[in-house]
Structure formats: structure tokens, C-alpha cells
Antibody, heavy 113, light 112 residues
Framework: QVQLVQSGAEVKKPGASVKVSCKTS????????MHWVRQAPGQGLEWMGI????????SYAQKFQGRVTMTRDTSTSTVYMELSSLRSEDTAVYYC??????WGQGTLVTVSS | DIVMTQTPLSLSVTPGQPASISCKSG???????????SFWYLQKPGQPPQLLIY???NRFSGVPDRFSGSGSGTDFTLKISRVEAEDVGVYYC?????????FGQGTKLEIK
């Protein structure tokens, strides 16, 4: 079956960067675009951006432009999301989602001094 | 950005009774390809969102048929014909007709 397994929780200091991975299995990696969505504590869902696993093309929400980078490794069917210049407001659970159909379990990123 | 507005923001339902959630988008979700890109998700406590309905009315794999979606243009509705205890959580609508994709605020469903 389709599985998206994300990397573990992270604690970062303000100004640092974090890189979250999402390893996929159970389907053809290039079949679905991969999305990243985040959820701050007690808040709703916020779409961050999308990557085409085939060609690597990306599109980011304007809010994250310049701070987010999404990449993929086709040899391991894994996508990555790196967020830089972290601030406390970036504390959230970050989800990868394949085609907005299948979702990873989420990765908690805590930004605290 | 397309604003997605859900109503109500919370509802309390007796098991076996129906429930309905409305979602209005700031502009039409009808794409030039003829499809309408509205989605519905349920996020159960402590879990990632799970897809219920895509393209207005298509139930995703494994979703019980008590869930149904309808609507067109800018107005969409999720209906649960008979609420069960396992349906508790927060329901979100989402649009994917235009970047950036956007979600509604969420509707919290609890059981009476």
C-alpha cells in the first residue's frame, strides 16, 4: 500500500534551518506531485508548495518564497523540504502529501531559543 | 489567493443523525479542463488529514458511502447521512484550481 514516512521531530533555534524528508513507497514515485502542508499548534492547514517528482519543478506559496526549498531524490523515492531563517512562528507539524491524496504522518518542528 | 469560507465552524451531532458542512470559495473552482477542484478532508485528533472527497463529489478509496459531496462554482457541501462516533474531528475544504492552494478554516464535529 501507499506509504509516506517522514523524518523525526526537530528542535531548532531561531535563524537556523531545518530539512524534513518524506520517503515514499507503494506507488510509482513520479505519478503524483508532492505537496507540503503545515499546521501550527491548534491551527488549521496551510499549503506551502509543490514539487514535480519527475522533473523537479517547484512552486511555492508567496509567504515562503526565499525561505523554502523543495527537492527530490528519484533514486530513493524521497522528497525533502528545507525551511531556513526559522522563527518561532514556524513551530508546526509539517506534512508531505502525494497528490493531496496520501499523507505522511507529520514532522513536528519546534523553533525555540 | 482564493479564500475558502466554511460554515458552521463547529457542530454537535447525535449518532445516527445527518450533518452538513458548507464551503464557499472566493472565486469559481471550475478549471478550464472542465473539472471542479474542490476537496474535503477529515483530520481526526492526532492524525494527518485524510481525503474524503475530491473534485466535488468523488469519494476517495475506502471512504464510507455515508459521506457525500455536492456543489458547483463557488458553493460546496459535505454531507454525512448518519453520523457515527468515528466521524469526530475537524473537516476542511480545499481548492486546487489555482496556486496557492488554500484550505477553509475547518469545522469541528463532535458527538452529542
Amino acid at each position: 500500500q501507499v506509504q509516506l514516512v517522514q523524518s523525526g521531530a526537530e528542535v531548532k533555534k531561531p535563524g537556523a534551518s531545518v530539512k524534513v524528508s518524506c520517503k515514499t513507497s507503494g506507488y510509482t514515485f513520479t505519478s503524483y506531485y508532492m505537496h507540503w502542508v503545515r499546521q501550527a499548534p491548534g491551527q488549521g492547514l496551510e499549503w506551502m508548495g509543490i514539487i514535480n517528482p519527475s522533473g523537479g519543478g517547484t512552486s511555492y506559496a508567496q509567504k515562503f518564497q526565499g525561505r523554502v526549498t523543495m527537492t527530490r531524490d528519484t533514486s530513493t523515492s524521497t522528497v525533502y523540504m528545507e525551511l531556513s531563517s526559522l522563527r518561532s512562528e514556524d513551530t508546526a507539524v509539517y506534512y508531505c502529501s502525494s497528490g493531496l491524496r496520501y499523507w505522511g504522518q507529520g514532522t513536528l518542528v519546534t523553533v525555540s531559543s | 489567493d482564493i479564500v475558502m469560507t466554511q460554515t458552521p465552524l463547529s457542530l454537535s451531532v447525535t449518532p445516527g443523525q445527518p450533518a452538513s458542512i458548507s464551503c464557499k470559495s472566493g472565486q469559481s473552482l471550475l478549471h478550464s479542463d472542465g473539472k471542479t477542484y474542490s476537496f474535503w478532508y477529515l483530520q481526526k485528533p492526532g492524525q494527518p488529514p485524510q481525503l474524503l472527497i475530491y473534485e466535488v463529489s468523488n469519494r476517495f478509496s475506502g471512504v464510507p458511502d455515508r459521506f457525500s459531496g455536492s456543489g458547483s462554482g463557488t458553493d460546496f457541501t459535505l454531507k454525512i447521512s448518519r453520523v457515527e462516533a468515528e466521524d469526530v474531528g475537524v473537516y476542511y475544504c480545499m481548492q486546487s484550481v489555482q496556486l496557492p492552494y488554500t484550505f477553509g478554516q475547518g469545522t469541528k464535529l463532535e458527538i452529542k
